[in-house]
């Protein structure tokens, strides 16, 4: 029905830059918040970016300043984009969202890897 796409994520070594992208596809009206979030093995997943319906934003401290989140609302799109990668960067990136249709309801990605190297 509705399904969000994530693209973009690789191997960087560290210092480097990727852009993920996010295209959310199938049948809905809108869509409100949607966010980046990560998770490395053994750990819990946890958020790196929000953007609201309006394009207001909020990170963590572990990547405010290196990381950032945009919206294309015509496009469905979120992106966000990794500058001074880290090693500790190291995991699986997943993008959700709030989606309107005859009601509310989260979606999330299947994920991307993203690995920075030393």
């Known amino acids: 029905q509705v399904q969000l796409v994530e693209s973009g994520g690789g191997l960087v070594q560290a210092g480097g830059s990727l852009r993920l992208s996010c295209i959310a596809s199938?049948?809905?009206?809108?869509?409100?918040?949607m966010g980046w979030y990560r998770q490395a093995p053994g750990k819990q997943r946890e958020l790196v970016a929000s953007?609201?319906?309006?394009?207001?934003?909020n990170y963590p401290d572990s990547v405010k300043g290196r990381f950032t989140v945009s919206r294309d609302n015509a496009k469905n799109t979120v992106y966000l984009q990794m500058n001074s990668l880290k090693p500790e960067d190291t995991a699986v990136y997943y993008c959700?969202?709030?989606?309107?249709?005859?009601?509310?309801?989260?979606?999330w990605g299947q994920g991307t890897q993203v690995t920075v190297s030393s």
């Open positions: 959700n969202a709030i989606v309107v249709d005859v009601r509310y309801f989260t979606v």
């Open positions: 953007i609201t319906g309006d394009g207001k934003t």
């Open positions: 199938g049948s809905f009206l809108r869509i409100n918040d």
